[in-house]
């Protein structure tokens, strides 16, 4: 099932799809349906739980390692996010004023479903509670250390939308044969597959859960296979991974003057 959170008549609902439409789950509207274009898409999460922890994966593709040219890690390379970085489908990205090289990442991201503690690799994909699609947009200008993805690369308000659809493990067999695909104002710039991970999902969860309780809602963005392109105000962006979803950005200029990084 494809689970959406979203904003419609004054108020936020959960819903599913059906038929091509959002059926609603809100106890005063249940049964209703309304169109995709007529709601404003949220991050679909709260059916599950706010994050209270999302985690995200640097280098986890070794086509992408090579292409910023680096050795593939040895063990996974993570970073934490915070929430206010993640947007809804159909959703503006702000591009900070002066920056000279910021890209998408089209990623898959896990969606734990029940706390997770020392999880054995074996028993890891019955914690996911679904799967939806994340771009993780970075902003090269601002990296210090390819290994340590700083606050100002992967963290900004806006850089990180999800979605439109939680879909559930169930309806996922198997989370290593995805195919996944960007386009930019309709060309396609990046293709690759999730069997290409150089850490799996059930590795990753494993990993984490050796030292970290994930909690339910919890995300891990999985890492992005190579052809990542700058992307400039105006830019229709648009991150597919198959079975998931097709999740569309733009991209917009900062107010001019409103980033004091920008050196302007």
Not at 105 to 133: F, M, S
Request: hydrophobic share 40%; proline share 7%; charged share 20%.
């Amino acid at each position: 099932m494809k689970h959406a959170r979203i904003a419609w008549a004054g108020a936020v609902h959960d819903a599913i799809e059906a038929d091509g439409q959002l059926e609603l789950l809100t106890p005063a509207f249940t049964g209703r349906r309304v169109a995709f274009d007529e709601v404003v898409w949220l991050p679909p999460l709260a059916p599950i739980a706010r994050p209270r922890t999302v985690l995200a994966l640097g280098l986890n593709y070794a086509d992408h390692a090579k292409e910023l040219a680096f050795k593939a890690p040895e063990e996974p390379l993570a970073f934490v996010k915070g929430e206010a970085s993640l947007i809804g489908h159909r959703a503006f990205t702000v591009r900070p004023e002066g920056v000279r090289f910021m890209h998408y990442e089209c990623e898959l991201a896990v969606v734990i479903g029940q706390p997770a503690k020392r999880v054995k690799k074996a028993d890891a994909l019955q914690y996911v509670a679904g799967y939806t699609v994340a771009n993780d947009y970075a902003i090269r200008d601002y990296l210090e250390n390819w290994y340590r993805p700083n606050l100002k690369v992967k963290n900004r308000d806006t850089c990180t939308p999800i979605g439109p659809w939680l879909v559930d493990a169930a309806d996922v067999p198997d989370p290593q044969a995805l195919a996944l695909r960007t386009t930019v104002n309709g060309q396609i710039t990046q293709q690759g597959n999730t069997k290409d991970m150089i850490f799996d999902v059930p590795t990753l969860i494993e990993y984490f859960s050796r030292f970290m309780t994930l909690m339910p809602g919890d995300l891990i963005l999985t890492g992005t296979p190579d052809g990542v392109v700058d992307c400039q105000p105006g830019d229709v962006v648009v991150t597919e991974i198959e079975g998931i979803g097709s999740l569309t950005n733009t991209i917009t200029a900062e107010q001019k003057g409103s980033d004091p990084d920008s050196g302007q």
